[in-house]
């Protein structure tokens, strides 16, 4: 058995995402193989090459997967990948954008976002925002699966030597293009590889009184999200959402302020070790499943909270 | 332009799933079902296109068993033109839907088809992607703003860092994130309309597809429960207990 994982990176660095598929490809057992395709990635592929259990790195470069277009990188990992026995990828949007892609070539069905592997063809996965668990088995010549990072804990970054090959495969399938990007700025920590997570819904009212979380939160080195009801009310962008459809984090500490705690939000954040909810409502929701509650007004609770941390 | 529109009736947002005690599977007795809020926003977007004229004219389409009607009318009724039920009381792959939603795209020959990104009962965020895959389509996935211009579509994708805008061409699929647009309420004159509107039923053997399928589902689990803690009465026995209790400030 021959596992290939396609590296997540932005050409310039491997993303800690790329660690947590290794290691559920280290639990299916066998040799692990990273895929960096982009262009200029050489960075990367150094990175790759060092993390623990990787014994081959194999880098596509050219400029039709400089953008990670599926149009053009699926083509490349269904040609690659016919030879293993299964394709990892992290759940990011990145490679829920190219892994079906990648699956449906190779006419098989895809596991999406396991959460534990069983054996090498038996995994499970949430369904229904988290409300149940499937155990599901793949007959598949290649199994074709992304990977939700909080499920697996992270290889090392370091401590691996893998051969670096070059891979000559160029796809540019001429269906689209790149147009631009824009990426939030911020020297909070990414919400997906934080240990504490600062979370507003739409008790905080406008997308202004954020700037009561954006304190606690530099106060405690955290980065911060929002319900799915903060985002759609328009309070801040889509990026930051927590939840069923939105990122999946389980940090240490996560602290929902003024959140009900629909079962979507929860499908985002319920694996988290300890949950704090912040809410004058005593009867949410969200106080079924927080460690710690606190009834009260989070416009005094939260700068109270900044102070005292 | 024809845009066509796959929609999915699922258990309804507002509804907690619960476990069937043989673990077969989730409880659907007496549930109520609704159109998938992602698909919701794909038929508004359609719907918003032709009332820029833009497009001509909306085939919705779903794949499911025969109560799905439901959905296709409540589609029908938020404004898509006729309907498609690919009917077939199996559970269905992600894969199957796609093959059997690339069959109705083979015969409708649109611009655009639009899905939502993700079901929220399968939570599998595959079929989009598998359907561009099986119709050799680009794909613009996660979409928060889709903009046709000749024969190219902009979309800008919601991804993990923020935004991100690609040019693709026509035709394209495009799946639907949450900030792409509000969808409507239905008219109850409009909601009476839709009766009439044609809607066509079709069968995976009728459209020449196998849906044979790699997956098995073993069990279907109910998640470890997390049990409520404790309340606290001050911020400062919050930041307390956190400190030296849970050890994590």
Redo the contacts between chains.
Sequence with gaps: MTILVIAEHDNKVLAPATLNTVAAAAKIGGDIHVLVAGQGAGAVAEAAAQVAGVAKVLVADNAAYAHQLPENVAPLVAELGKGYSHILAAATSNGKNILPRVAAALDVDQISEIISVESADTFKRPIYAGNAIATVQSNAAVKVITVRATGFDPVAATGGSAAVEAVAAAHDAGLSSFVGEELAKSDRPELTAAKIVVSGGRGMQNGDNFKHLYALADKLGAAVGASRAAVDAGFVPNDMQVGQTGKIVAPQLYIAVGISGAIQHLAGMKDSKVIVAINKDEEAPIFQVADYGLVADLFDAVPEMAVLA | MRIVVAVKRV?D?NV????KSDNSG?NFSNTKMALNP?CEIAVEEAVRLKEKGVATEIVVVSVGPSTAQEQLRTALALGADRAILVESAEDL???AV?KLLKAVVDKEQPQLVILG??A???????????????S????G??A?KVEISGDTV?VT?????????????LP?IVTT???LNEPRYASLPNIMKAKKKPLEVLTPDALGVSTA???????????AA?S?????????E??E??KNE?K??
């Design positions: 258990l947002s907690k799933a619960t476990v989730v992602f792959t992600s894969l796609a990104k993700q929220i009962d399968s939570d599998n965020n595959q079929t989009g992607q598998m359907l561009a895959a099986l050799g389509y680009g794909q996935t996660f928060s902009a994708r919601e991804i993990d860092g923020g935004a991100q805008t690609v040019s693709l061409k394209a994130d949450l900030r399928s790699t997956n098995k589902t073993v069990k279907v689990e109910a998640p997390r409520a803690g404790v309340k606290v009465r001050s911020v400062a919050l930041v207990k956190l849970a994590v400030l």
